[in-house]
T-cell receptor, first 113, second 110 residues
Framework: GNSVTQMEGPVTLSEEAFLTINCTYTATGYPSLFWYVQYPGEGLQLLLKATKADDKGSNKGFEATYRKETTSFHLEKGSVQVSDSAVYFCALSQGVGGFKTIFGAGTRLFVKA | SQTIHQWPATLVQPVGSPLSLECTVEGTSNPNLYWYRQAAGRGLQLLFYSVGIGQISSEVPQNLSASRPQDRQFILSSKKLLLSDSGFYLC?????????FGEGSWLTVV
């Protein structure tokens, strides 16, 4: 079956450091891929998504490229801020509707000033 | 634009008491609706989803139930809470295959 694996956290970075959170997936066909962010005490917010191979999703300085050949969707940001401290979830979905959405376990990011 | 609201935001309930969490979606009709649970420090667990009024699918057998009395209303209930029901409950809807979440409800069972 389909699955999502993301790097274990927590990840601790200093402000202005480069961020990479790895995400790989297993799926048949061509799923859509997502990154969600959860700030402390809040629900999940859609950060970015990509629906086909080689698509790049981007938002708020974050980017992720849908790599079919390596079945990956790594999240990157060139310069993190303290306000980026949150839990990041990678997810995939196939078919119509969100019924078959699978979420990774989440990666907690701490950014120090 | 579409918005989703759920309440209450926080509640502390004794073991054995009932539960009712409510969620409403605005700006769309006949949405697919979801209830997820997030235990402390853990990932997301899909509990229920609904494709229409009165139509509920349960993903995990447990002490909880869900109902959809109106098109844009989704309710999560329990008759008798257990300590293990504590967690962060998230209502969600989808557009295409993209899921959008509400603000969440913190439940502590004591």
């Amino acid at each position: 079956g389909n699955s999502v694996t993301q790097m274990e956290g927590p990840v601790t970075l200093s402000e202005e450091a480069f961020l990479t959170i790895n995400c790989t997936y297993t799926a048949t066909g061509y799923p859509s891929l997502f990154w969600y962010v959860q700030y402390p005490g809040e629900g999940l917010q859609l950060l970015l998504k990509a629906t086909k191979a080689d698509d790049k999703g981007s938002n708020k300085g974050f980017e992720a490229t849908y790599r079919k050949e390596t079945t990956s969707f790594h999240l990157e940001k060139g310069s993190v801020q303290v306000s980026d401290s949150a839990v990041y979830f990678c997810a995939l979905s196939q078919g119509v509707g969100g019924f078959k959405t699978i979420f990774g376990a989440g990666t907690r990011l701490f950014v120090k000033a | 634009s579409q918005t989703i609201h759920q309440w209450p935001a926080t509640l502390v309930q004794p073991v054995g008491s009932p539960l009712s969490l409510e969620c409403t979606v605005e700006g769309t009709s006949n949405p697919n609706l979801y209830w997820y649970r997030q235990a402390a420090g853990r990932g997301l667990q899909l509990l229920f989803y609904s494709v229409g009024i009165g139509q509920i699918s349960s993903e995990v057998p447990q002490n909880l139930s869900a109902s959809r009395p109106q098109d844009r209303q989704f309710i999560l209930s329990s008759k008798k809470l257990l300590l293990s029901d504590s967690g962060f409950y998230l209502c969600a809807w989808d557009s295409g295959n993209t899921i959008y979440f509400g603000e969440g409800s913190w439940l502590t069972v004591v």
